[in-house]
T-cell receptor, first 111, second 114 residues
Framework: SQQGEEDPQALSIQEGENATMNCSYK?????LQWYRQNSGRGLVHLIL?????REKHSGRLRVTLDTSKKSSSLLITASRAADTASYFC???????????FGAGTILRVKS | DTAVSQTPKYLVTQMGNDKSIKCEQN?????MYWYKQDSKKFLKIMFS???????INETVPNRFSPKSPDKAHLNLHINSLELGDSAVYFC?????????????FGQGTRLTVV
């Protein structure tokens, strides 16, 4: 079954606003990761949070993980037009060896 | 220097043809992957190799055959192409010391079968 269902499917905000994307998954995980994909490009790793961590920061990114609810959120603060992209969460299950991706959230930041 | 490079970037071919996509990584990673991204942007793992050994094969038709001549290369050969094979194929690599760490992706190969 598919891991990493994301919500919302699409998000449109003004430059300077914060963007929050959510991810839910179904089975136990070792870690959860967030990736960005610009149009026509490959995925770029943003941040990894391990199953025993609850929150992690990297620059304007803040990720939370709630393993009891099997959910994670990605917050991008003070968004910029350059943040316009698709954002994917990916989970590594207990079995390891692969990442399973969600369907992604399309973020559009208007300048 | 490009970390994960795949060629070609675009591939247009007719149904029934056989084609290959090449992938190389210069990161020294032990594990490489092929993912397929469909028109709805959903990414699905196809294969995973660790040190040239196949470790994951996710119910992919036999027409798809990965080949890893060494741990820096993972090529994908597709026989008898079908319309439904049209998608973007991504190669990726990661270092796996007992678990997946961040994965590095190539730029993708957009395959169009006509």
């Amino acid at each position: 079954s598919q891991q990493g269902e994301e919500d919302p499917q699409a998000l449109s905000i003004q430059e300077g606003e914060n963007a929050t994307m959510n991810c839910s998954y179904k089975t136990s995980i070792n870690n959860l990761q967030w990736y960005r994909q610009n149009s026509g490009r490959g995925l770029v790793h943003l941040i990894l949070i391990r199953s025993n961590e609850r929150e992690k920061h990297s620059g304007r990114l803040r990720v939370t993980l709630d393993t009891s609810k099997k959910s994670s959120s990605l917050l991008i603060t003070a968004s910029r037009a350059a943040d316009t992209a698709s954002y994917f969460c990916a989970t590594e299950g207990r079995g390891g060896n692969k990442l399973v991706f969600g369907a992604g959230t399309i973020l559009r930041v208007k300048s | 220097d490009t970390a994960v490079s795949q060629t070609p970037k675009y591939l247009v071919t007719q149904m029934g043809n056989d084609k290959s996509i090449k992938c190389e990584q210069n990161l020294g990673h032990d594990t490489m992957y092929w993912y397929k991204q469909d028109s709805k942007k959903f990414l699905k793992i196809m294969f995973s190799y660790n040190n040239k050994e196949l470790i994951i094969n996710e119910t992919v038709p036999n027409r798809f055959s990965p080949k890893s001549p060494d741990k820096a290369h993972l090529n994908l050969h597709i026989n008898s192409l079908e319309l439904g094979d049209s998608a973007v194929y991504f190669c990726a690599s990661s270092q796996v010391p007992g678990g997946v760490t961040e994965a590095f992706f190539g730029q993708g190969t957009r395959l169009t079968v006509v």
